[in-house]
């Protein structure tokens, strides 16, 4: 039956997508399509006043606070890229060594990674509450003033980095150990006959066989990250001072407070822009949907 | 042979003391908060803090469930998840199926544009969608906000699908078929007990995705009678001017109660879900 319908164009089979297709288009394909309009437009909060050419692209990409953003937001994916990695690595290899005390730890260490965004700056404005939390009181006990936390221009996006690791680095922890089980036994003991210690195992045994799976896994995370917004209004709303203030918080602010939407749109496709090229470099990777 | 044992054993030492750090450090901000919820307004600011509450006490907890809006938050959060689920199997599992069996032009068009829309980012569409919402007039839409949540997990829900039923065999189809069945009855009767706990997963995953959304209610139902939990929590933060810390806490425990009690599925197929396939790279 399937070989028939493959030869001559057919309607039918569409129909089985129509209400899928129809809700994605409503929903993303269409916005998408208009987001890049309104680029073009001249826009006054949220009016329309005519056509304006490529306007909005010069003002955005000629203000520096549009390569500040960029800056922030690339510092923001490659940070949290970093800690969720080496975190979610470590915690691989301890948690594969520790026997049964691993295996119990690796039921609850997908927990954090469940959690909603707004809950976990919830849980963290208060860990990291200057006056009452218990971080900034251990910080001050080891003899070293805690400052302003979440509050210091300087202290406000390496804390976000922080959180955004400790949120994420269970993922990282999972891909990595499915990756780690898959490796042939063999390859470790061919390491061990020629005399190799724990060290060459790692390296060119585990972290070789395991590097495809943390690419993607890497790939994942950055696509999220660029596009998180809701921890960054819950912690530090953009602050202070902007200095995490990322693209994607700005499309939001600018969606919000309408200033005017125009030049919000370029921001918006930039974004748009990056995350497909990185999906698209994922596909190509693994075959795979992102999400 | 004990001596290797025991060896075997004090080789572990640091490898399940380093388990312990990590299981603090995972752990330890959610019990923190969970400590927190259970102390009295003042306790919970009290200097040096209290690791664990004096007096335990429910009063948060009361206080969020008798917040003359708390069930109408409940219940928005509830139906849009819910419903988001449910229309995203109603539209993903014809889609899905029909990607899984039959095989005409125009499908690999079709599957991209499902690829495609997975990858537009929701940041990317704020602005555009605002606008359109506002010019015909469905800001502040129950029904709009379940909708676009739904499409957020469509095109992963279409792909599961796919590949579940790709996994039962066209044999057992073409049995009933030769008997009479219908295609409707053969998906209803047929493949869907077949695939039942991969739709399991699916609907488990989507609604763990919208329960935890923030962004399309805030922006797109900011009225107070249409918003969720989750978005009544980030107004509390925004209201810092006499934040109770323990209240707080304890409307974070709710709002993340659904899954907290689910998280026993929720990492089964979180796992699942997240390394299936992906291992091989």
Redesign the interface.
Known sequence: M??D??N???WA??L??T???L??F???????I??FW?SFQKTKY?DLVGFNGLANYVEVLSSPEFWDTTVISLSYVAGSLAGAII?GMA?AL??N???I??SA?R?????????????V???????L?P????IP?VIQKLGIDPGLMLGDPGMALPLLIIVTA?WSF??VM??AT??MQ?IPKELYEAVEIDGGGAFVKFRYVTLTEI???L???ALTLS?MY??L??LI??MTGGGPLGSTTTL?FE??R???QAVN?GP??VV??V??II??AL??LY?R??????? | MSSALSNRTTGQMPAILGSLVIGIIVLGPVLWAFATSFKTEVEAVVVPPTLWPNSPTLENYTKVLKDAAFFTDLWNSVAYSVGAVIIALLVGIPAGYAAARFSFKGKRALMLVVLATSMVPGVALLVPTYYLLETVGLLNSGIVVTIILSARIIPQTVWFIANFVEAVPVEIEDSAMIDGASRFQIIWALILPLIRPGIAAVATIGIVTTWNDYITVAVFAPEVAKRTLQVALVNQVFDAVGISWSYMMAFVMVASSPVILMFGFVQKWFISGLTAGAVKG
């Open positions: 399937d070989a319908n493959a001559r164009f057919s089979p569409f089985w997508f209400p899928a297709i809700i994605l409503l929903v993303t394909l269409y916005p998408t208009f987001v309104l949220y975190l915690s301890v948690l060594r520790a026997g005390t691993g730890l039921v609850f260490i997908l927990f954090p990674w469940t959690l909603s965004m707004s809950v700056g919830s849980i963290w404005l208060w860990l509450n006056s009452f939390g218990p009181y400790w269970p993922y999972v891909m499915a990756a898959s590097l495809p799976t690419g993607s896994t696509i660029l596009t917004m809701t209004i819950v994607s499309a939001f600018g969606t919000v939407i919000t749109a918006s496709i974004v748009l995350n497909v999906g698209a596909t990777l693994t075959g795979r949907v992102t999400g």
